[in-house]
Structure formats: structure tokens, C-alpha cells
């Protein structure tokens, strides 16, 4: 998700600079809209993929020590950043305003956790999906050249959708690594109990 996100910001920013010397930026922007489809896909696996989770939680007992663990350190745990639809303009950052940033529960169990991810994913999979979208007519205009002047006049979405769709997703895979360090503490915390079955080292 984020290498694909990362691999059509590269393209975006070639196309600019191509169209700039004027040359044929067309070839290289069609790349940058094909690795965000892309990451658009993966969006949709790592969606299916915590829903598989939440399905294999709500079906089965943890341990209660695991629980007690993993609930007692949510307990503990700041609120994160989350992801959010709210844009913010490229002169709002030029100014020192910065990018708003929405604040929000991590989750107070396991299962919250994971649905909080999957909500989040669902937000970031909106925000994709309208990049995408905002990207598709500029292309087309792109075609008779000016796509730089296009994307630094402001008179299109897409600017402000490229660096939102950025942005949150920076913040969404932040807020999963957040996740999983919470998950693993609590496995530490209770080891060996329901780890039995890890090879033990000679």
C-alpha cells in the first residue's frame, strides 16, 4: 500500500518536471494513476485480510491473561492520530498552518482495535478512490500539454487530494505499526502461556 502510494508520488513529480522541458509527460503520468490503482487494491486485501481478523476473534476465547494484557495497555495508551477526510490546502501548509490532524481512541480491547483499523482503512480507501478520480481529467487535459501549470495554479483538486491521500496514509500505517507493537506486548507480557508450541532454542 504505502510502497505503491510512494512509487506513484515518484511518477507524479517526473511527469511534472517532464512537462516542464517540455516533453511528453503523459507516458510517465499514466504510471503514477497505475500505482495508485494499485494501492487502491491493496487497500482492499488489508481490508478483507482484518475482517478475516475480527471474524477469527469474535469466533474463538483468548486467553484471559492475553486480554487482560493487551486491554491494560490500550488503557494506558494516548489517543493517535487517525485518519480523517479533512484536506488541507497547499497554502494552508505554505503559511505554518500545517495538515489538520484528527486525534482519536486507539481501541480499548482487541477487537476495537481491529475495528478501528479497518475503520480507518475504510476512510483511506475514500480518500484513494477520490484522488484517483480528481487525477483521471487532468490526465486528459494533460494531454495538450501544461500539466505543471495545471497542478501549481490550484484551478484542480488534484494537488491538495496527492498530498491528503499522503498524508493519511502515512498516518494510517503509523496507527497499524502502533497496533501491532500493542498486540506483541501483550504476548510478551503472557509468555509462555499459549505460546507453547513456539520452538524453544537448543
Same mark, same amino acid.
Given at each position: 500500500m504505502l510502497g505503491a #502510494?510512494?512509487?506513484? *508520488?515518484?511518477?507524479?513529480? #517526473? &511527469?511534472?518536471?517532464a512537462d516542464l522541458q517540455g516533453k511528453d509527460a503523459i507516458p510517465i503520468l499514466e504510471k503514477a494513476v497505475a500505482r495508485l490503482k494499485d494501492s487502491r487494491k491493496e487497500m482492499d486485501r488489508a481490508y478483507d485480510q482484518i475482517g478475516k481478523l475480527i471474524q477469527i476473534e469474535h469466533e474463538?476465547?483468548?486467553?484471559?491473561?492475553? *486480554?487482560?494484557?493487551i486491554e491494560r495497555i490500550l488503557k494506558s495508551h494516548p489517543p493517535i492520530e487517525r485518519v480523517s477526510l479533512t484536506n488541507t490546502r497547499f497554502a494552508s501548509v505554505g503559511l505554518g498552518a500545517g495538515v489538520a490532524i484528527n486525534y482519536g481512541? =486507539? &481501541?480499548?480491547?482487541?477487537?476495537?482495535?481491529?475495528?478501528?483499523?479497518?475503520? !480507518?482503512? $475504510? =476512510?483511506?480507501? #475514500? #480518500?484513494? !478512490?477520490? +484522488? =484517483?478520480e480528481a487525477f483521471i481529467p487532468v490526465l486528459a487535459l494533460? $494531454? $495538450?500539454?501544461?500539466?505543471?501549470a495545471i497542478v501549481l495554479s490550484g484551478r484542480a483538486p488534484l494537488p491538495e487530494r496527492i498530498m491528503h491521500?499522503?498524508?493519511? +496514509?502515512?498516518v494510517y500505517v503509523q496507527?497499524?505499526?502502533?497496533?501491532?507493537? +500493542?498486540?506483541?506486548?501483550?504476548?510478551m507480557q503472557v509468555y509462555p502461556k499459549g505460546l507453547e508450541? =513456539?520452538?524453544k532454542p537448543p
Amino acid at each position: 500500500m504505502l510502497g505503491a #502510494q510512494t512509487e506513484a *508520488d515518484h511518477w507524479l513529480e #517526473q &511527469g511534472v518536471l517532464a512537462d516542464l522541458q517540455g516533453k511528453d509527460a503523459i507516458p510517465i503520468l499514466e504510471k503514477a494513476v497505475a500505482r495508485l490503482k494499485d494501492s487502491r487494491k491493496e487497500m482492499d486485501r488489508a481490508y478483507d485480510q482484518i475482517g478475516k481478523l475480527i471474524q477469527i476473534e469474535h469466533e474463538n476465547k483468548a486467553l484471559p491473561e492475553h *486480554d487482560a494484557a493487551i486491554e491494560r495497555i490500550l488503557k494506558s495508551h494516548p489517543p493517535i492520530e487517525r485518519v480523517s477526510l479533512t484536506n488541507t490546502r497547499f497554502a494552508s501548509v505554505g503559511l505554518g498552518a500545517g495538515v489538520a490532524i484528527n486525534y482519536g481512541p =486507539i &481501541g480499548s480491547n482487541f477487537r476495537q482495535l481491529l475495528e478501528n483499523l479497518q475503520t !480507518d482503512l $475504510k =476512510i483511506l480507501q #475514500q #480518500q484513494a !478512490d477520490r +484522488t =484517483i478520480e480528481a487525477f483521471i481529467p487532468v490526465l486528459a487535459l494533460a $494531454k $495538450k500539454g501544461g500539466f505543471a501549470a495545471i497542478v501549481l495554479s490550484g484551478r484542480a483538486p488534484l494537488p491538495e487530494r496527492i498530498m491528503h491521500s499522503v498524508d493519511q +496514509t502515512m498516518v494510517y500505517v503509523q496507527f497499524h505499526n502502533r497496533a501491532c507493537m +500493542t498486540a506483541i506486548a501483550a504476548d510478551m507480557q503472557v509468555y509462555p502461556k499459549g505460546l507453547e508450541w =513456539i520452538p524453544k532454542p537448543p
